[in-house]
């Protein structure tokens, strides 16, 4: 049996999870910056990495407790290492190295796009996780910095098909959240709203999905791209003589049509891959996996002999479960990081997945 300790930083929630031998989940802590942030319309990394520093102890303790146990009975501490903001990142980090060398434990690396993936599958999924049957498996990760779609096989192996080429989908529903002023994040507001909207009531464009009577270039045949859409939001606010002017009615068809461009292209793509690689099982994960059309369509479209896994919403937005449940694969490898270890803003290259092989 091993203990591991998991702490997420990467952007503005701080949060701290014990998890044993991989699945069980003991606890999982999270204090949220939302109320922070909201003001400003969006995360700063500065500021977000102040809030980390006030809020990591209080939340690993948290945990430690909720878990009932102490911090001598952790066997591996497993952090974020990235992708993220990296002010955001140093903080967990540098927190994790300190309590691991004073614990006198390993600490873990974790790639947090990994981590969302394996999230999906926490609590009630860990056979499905190593069944070879569920193989090949195509993963959405969609939140407010990814928009992915990655391949993984029964051996481990993996690539990303396809990324955003500019705004990841999260990003589009903040952004046009702010442009109608309806308020940070933007996300859960455009989805509340759009449930008394008429979402076919305006044609927003679903860019690279080959619709506008222009061939798609088969480099970008998995590939996203949100930037045109804003556009088109912008647009259309000012034709119908800005966000002041608009009625009631009128805002919420614009809502609903604009979710259901972002959700429409997301699911279009997703098929896509799943019908060309022929995969088993489609995993939804990522912060806006939360969003109820998003659920409901990739579920509704899935070809009849594809299972589909969609992480359950305390899994979706970040947070240290999904962090110490994939770390313990890590840990369990041997594969730890030294105290010297960086962050990394970016995505790296995808080339295997640490559950698997």
Do not use: W
């Amino acid at each position: 049996m091993s203990l591991i300790l998991g702490i997420e930083s990467s952007c503005d929630e701080t949060a701290a999870a014990v998890v044993r031998d991989g699945f069980e989940v003991l606890s999982s802590a999270v204090a949220s910056q939302i109320a922070v942030h909201a003001k400003l319309g969006g995360v700063v990394p500065e500021l977000a990495a102040r809030e980390h520093l006030k809020a990591l102890d209080p939340v690993v303790s948290e945990a430690l407790s909720s878990a009932g146990v102490t911090a001598n009975d952790i066997d591996c501490v497993a952090v974020t290492q990235g992708p993220g903001l990296i002010p955001a990142l140093l903080v967990g980090l540098s927190y994790a190295k300190g309590l691991s060398s004073n614990l006198k434990v390993p600490l873990v690396g974790v790639n947090h796009f990994m981590a969302h993936i394996y999230g999906a599958f926490l609590d009630t999924g860990m056979e499905e996780l190593t069944d070879p049957a569920g193989y090949p498996m195509l993963a959405l990760v969609v939140s407010g910095g990814h928009t992915s779609l990655v391949l993984v096989s029964s051996d481990g192996s993996a690539r990303q098909l396809g990324c955003t080429i500019d705004d990841a989908a999260g990003e589009a529903l903040d952004k046009g959240s702010k442009l109608l002023e309806l308020g940070y994040p933007g996300g859960p507001v455009i989805s509340r709203i759009s449930e008394n909207g008429n979402p076919q009531a305006f044609n927003f464009p679903r860019p690279l999905t080959g619709g506008a009577g222009k061939a798609l270039a088969p480099e970008h045949r998995y590939n996203f791209s949100f930037s045109g859409i804003k556009t088109a939001l912008l647009y259309h606010t000012r034709n119908h003589g800005g966000k002041e002017n608009f009625s009631d009615e009128l805002l919420n068809d614009t809502v609903a049509s604009y979710q259901m461009a972002v959700v429409d292209t997301l699911v279009r793509k997703t098929m896509l891959a799943a019908k060309d690689f022929n995969v088993k099982q489609i995993v939804l994960a990522g912060g806006v996996a939360c969003n109820k059309l998003l659920r409901s369509m990739i579920s509704g479209r899935a070809p009849k002999n594809v299972k589909v896994r969609i992480a359950p919403p305390k899994y979706c937005t970040d947070n240290a479960a999904m962090v110490g449940g994939i770390g313990f694969h890590s840990f369990k490898k041997g594969e730890f990081i030294s105290h010297d270890a960086d962050s990394f803003a970016r995505l790296p290259g995808i080339v295997k997945v640490p559950f698997l092989g």
